[in-house]
């Protein structure tokens, strides 16, 4: 089992900046990714960005040149670092630990990043 705690949502103004973090514990992997997903309200949930145990990253067009996604293996922990934030941007950002040796993913709570002057 994995747990996954996010952090760093908040209410931001449109051009702005805000960091989520997650903390991934529990039977940690030997490979895997973490990322961030997010769901918009009365919209699917998408990805937004991942990185994996290598260092290898992937983002949605729409982040790209604006959202950074970091990890810190030692600490299990990944961030995602969100510029020039835009009202579209609101949504529930969910943080995913994907182990691929378990063939399992796991999910966080969630935590609410709202973009609005």
């Known amino acids: 089992q994995v747990q996954l705690v996010e952090s760093g949502g908040g209410l931001v103004q449109p051009g702005g900046s805000l960091r989520l973090s997650c903390a991934a514990s529990g039977s940690i992997s030997s490979l895997y990714s973490m990322g961030w997903y997010r769901q918009a309200p009365r919209k699917q949930r998408e990805l937004v960005a991942t990185i994996t145990s290598g260092g290898s990253t992937n983002y949605a067009d729409s982040v790209k040149g604006r959202f950074t996604i970091s990890g810190d293996n030692a600490k299990n922990t990944v961030y995602l670092q969100m510029n020039s934030l835009k009202p579209e941007n609101t949504a529930v950002y969910y943080c995913?630990?994907?182990?691929?040796?378990?063939?399992?993913?796991?999910w966080g709570k969630g935590t609410l990043v709202t973009v609005s002057s």
């Open positions: 995913m630990y994907r182990d691929y040796v378990g063939g399992r993913d796991y």
